[in-house]
């Protein structure tokens, strides 16, 4: 059975690039994002992680944890980052997790329990290895995405993903289409007009079943 959303994360000791690091202390009362990768020294991730590297001040304001992973090892990690800073123009702050006995991988449902690296491998190989994982403090998983080799990753869009999962979480809310902070969000069904209006104030009621409230920021 794969990891699914509200499922808890695999708890895994790994060695990163700085150090190595048990899954559930990392999240620790935190949201935290996970992204993976099928190799390093690659073009696409190396765009990505520079654009992670960017976002930094981003994740720091709203208390968020960055881990990085690929199927490569902590030496060239370390080669790697400086590649990803000078593409980038920013320091890569996060730990790089290295994969390289696929342990994470699997656990969290990017490959198949029997998937083995063969010699002289290619990113091609673990192509899979291409998801991003929002997780809560409860260590439970929020969001995932997964991506093909030749598709860069918008993270701006998980940015904003982000921003709505934490918007929501424990909250009788959702957010429509497209949101981005500040607009609109949905109030849940589970909370009756009244309720809703007892609650929040103003309740636009568009449909039945569909009901916005100005952003509770």
Known sequence: MGLRINDEIPNLTVETDMGAIDLHDFVDGSYAIFFSHPKDFTPVCTTEFGAVAQLADEWDKRGVKVLGISIDGVEDHKKWKGDIESYGGAKAGFPIVADEGLAMAKAFDMLPADAYMPDGRTPA????????????????LRLTMTYPMSVGRNFAEVLRALDAVMKT???????????????????????????????FGDVDIKLPYLRTIKDPA
């Open 125 to 140: 190989d673990s192509a899979t290895v291409r998801s991003v994982f929002i997780i809560g403090p409860d260590k439970k």
């Open 169 to 199: 979480d424990g909250a009788p809310l959702a957010t429509p289409a497209n949101w981005v902070p500040g607009e609109d969000v949905i109030v849940a069904l589970s909370v009756s007009d009244e309720d809703a209006k007892a609650k």
